[in-house]
């Protein structure tokens, strides 16, 4: 069986926030490890892969595998109808078709008890490859989310350019065009390692979606590499991360 | 112009 306790809550909304517009099926699975997620959106275009060690939780039991296959938007309702620092227990048997949800407040004066009918997903399940990235990119997850919205103000695409100088964000549209360049910082806010220049064009579109992460870490990487999909990753407190993939646009 | 490419033209299946 499975048992899975986190202080707050908040962690957890935190969490489907990120997921539940990019995705609004998936199947959790569980192991002795931890907690693991992977789903295309529906056009196939990114990938969202989620990570939570049992580092990331107060108390946790996983005796045998257990796969819950999850509606994002019903556990949404879910956790939005308790208190960010209530904590939450989530617990299913071994064959399960429901997860349980144990809300506890901090004084423990008032429980919720919710089941979720889970759903038998069949989903096609990528293998990643290790990749060695020509550029990587940190700033503040609130800079990029900043960039993303203000680039989709002028174009349905982004080109992203990354040089030994900086990271270049450009947008081109009917009402003009958009340049924001981001050089590294001393004090190390933006820090910016170039093997190889490249410049690759995105749908700005899930860019913005993906900055539904941002309230997840005050800090954001974003990993490039030719003919190869744009990595966006958020970590997750020490124990683990959220990681977008999106397949790059290409010319005719 | 540009087009879209999809993600599991890179990942494959496992």
């Known amino acids: 069986m499975l048992e899975a306790r986190l202080g707050e809550t908040q962690l957890l909304k ?3 926030d990120a997921l539940k ?6 199947t959790l699975d569980c192991s002795e490890t931890g907690m693991q997620l992977q789903s295309m959106d529906n056009s ?3 990938l969202v892969s989620l990570s939570l060690q049992t580092g990331c ?9 257990v796969s819950l296959g999850l509606d994002l938007k019903s556990l949404s309702k879910v956790v939005k109808s308790a208190s960010g620092d209530d904590s939450v227990t989530l617990s299913a048997a071994d064959k399960a078709d429901k997860l349980l949800l144990s809300f506890e407040s901090d004084n423990k004066s008032r429980t919720a008890d919710y089941e979720l009918k889970l759903l038998n997903l069949d989903q096609d399940h990528l293998g990643i490859p290790d990749t060695n990235y020509a550029c990587t990119v940190q ?3 609130s800079e990029f989310a900043r960039i993303c919205r203000d680039m989709s103000m002028f174009s349905e ?5 990354c040089t030994k100088q900086g990271i270049k964000f450009s947008a081109n549209g009917d009402l003009g065009s958009a340049n924001i360049k981001l050089a590294e910082t001393s004090k190390g806010d933006i820090t910016i390692d170039v093997e190889e220049p490249i410049t690759q064009s995105f749908a700005g579109r899930y860019l913005n979606t993906f900055t539904r992460a941002t309230p997840l870490s005050d800090r954001v990487k974003i ?3 030719p003919e190869v ?3 966006v990753e958020y970590s997750i407190e020490d124990y683990g991360y959220i990681r977008y993939y999106l397949a790059p646009k290409v010319d005719d | 112009n540009s087009t879209q490419t999809s993600i599991a033209s890179y990942f494959k299946k496992v």
């Open chain 1, 14 to 16: 935190k969490i489907v």
């Open chain 1, 21 to 26: 517009e990019i995705i609004s099926l998936s």
């Open chain 1, 44 to 46: 196939h275009v990114s």
């Open chain 1, 57 to 65: 939780f107060e108390k946790y039991r996983c005796d045998r595998n």
């Open chain 1, 139 to 141: 700033m503040p997850s």
């Open chain 1, 157 to 161: 695409t982004v080109v992203i350019s």
């Open chain 1, 223 to 225: 990993c490039l590499a």
């Open chain 1, 229 to 231: 999909p744009l990595l």
